[in-house]
């Protein structure tokens, strides 16, 4: 009896310390770290570019392995997540958006950032009104959505199983990774810390030119730029490892891509710009706007020598320097005045930024008629390359150029 009991007793030690793969620590850590990358993909493929944004089709063996496995691994339920991130693309930086660190501040959306996507499942009004077309099959409604806190019970007993005690603390970073990247850093300094490649209308930013940590995620002044596109990167060197996923995907006919950023593409310089330079503005508006922004820049450095010695407030030249290739609603208000001192002492910069302004009035200004946004445009070649600035005529020749 006693002997028995002994066994029995030395066996469970045993399993409590090795599990029963028994593994090393570092076998441990590799599995943990896959696992969650498998959870990134998931939610940056089937979460994000599938369900909420239509990007792509997934193959129905593809797209179910992601629901189960988001059920196992997070216990998200599609249609919440889906809905709550479409009304933050709707609402983005408003009192109504669901999580901006613009709304709540950054410490609330890092810290607190599952809380919030929480709160806001539960808003019956969110649901009804983005929460269409995500699966509503019978294994939704009866177990992924029914149930969806018993997946991650069953992915802390499966943990325990294989590696002992130290699966708990496998099963707590898998727990932790959604809400730590996804709900904090993404939601939070996503929109607050980074470089950005497009004045979209938020505040949107690109963490890291290499999307690979958080699936491609990384680069989110990208998305909300071109919020429908499937491929997330836009740059020569940026790195977007959600879209290597979805090209592989494709190649084995287990996804098809709907959309993409679209390419500006440049032909025979034009005399006079026409109505395809008119459409291609419109439909490249943000990448012709990052060029004519990375003019400026340009500009400002041949001015800023002289800006110097025509300025004593040297806080108004590094405010230029920081804000005057940008939108002006994208500046703080606080440096308003140095901007204003610094525009009046280089009539170069005042120019440009007059004139950048001008151009945004061509697809903001919807009440004009395709006649007459025309007619702007070539009125506004023909300042550009009569100003005697270098940058703006250069810039103009080259906006003719552009076709759709």
Known sequence: M???DSVVFNAIVDWLANGLLNLSWW???????????????????????????RALDLHPIISHFFRFWLWLSTGMVTKEWAAIHRKHHA??????????????GIRKVLTEGAELYRAESK?????????????????????????????????????????????AAVWALQMAWIPITAAGIINGLGHYWGYRNFEAADASTNL?????????????????????????SVKPYEFDIGWLYIRLLSAVGLAKVKKTPP???????KPVADDKTLEALIAHRYEIMADYARGMRHAFRDEVSALKTRMTDSAAVKAAARWLHRDAEKAPAKVAPQLAQARAASPVLDKMVTMREELRQLWLNTSLSREQLLANLQAWCHR?????IAALQEFSRKLRMVRT
């Open 208 to 232: 890291s030119p290499w999307g690979i940590i958080i699936g491609g995620e990384e680069l989110h002044n990208n998305h909300h730029t071109y919020p429908t596109s499937a491929k997330l």
């Open 27 to 53: 076998q441990i850590i590799l599995y943990a770290l896959a696992t969650t990358h498998i959870t990134i993909a998931s939610v940056t493929i089937f979460l994000h570019r599938h369900q909420a944004h």
């Open 91 to 104: 609402k983005c930086e408003q009192a109504e958006d669901p999580h901006s660190p613009q709304i709540y």
């Open 123 to 167: 808003n019956k009004e969110t649901m009804a009104r983005y929460g269409h077309g995500t699966p509503d099959d019978w294994i939704e409604r009866n177990l992924y959505t029914r149930y969806s806190w018993q997946g991650v019970g069953l992915m802390l007993i499966i943990n325990l199983a294989l590696f002992g005690a130290a699966g």
């Open 2 to 4: 006693f002997v028995t």
């Open 384 to 388: 550009a390359e009569e100003s005697g």
């Open 263 to 269: 390419k500006l593409e440049l032909g025979d310089i």
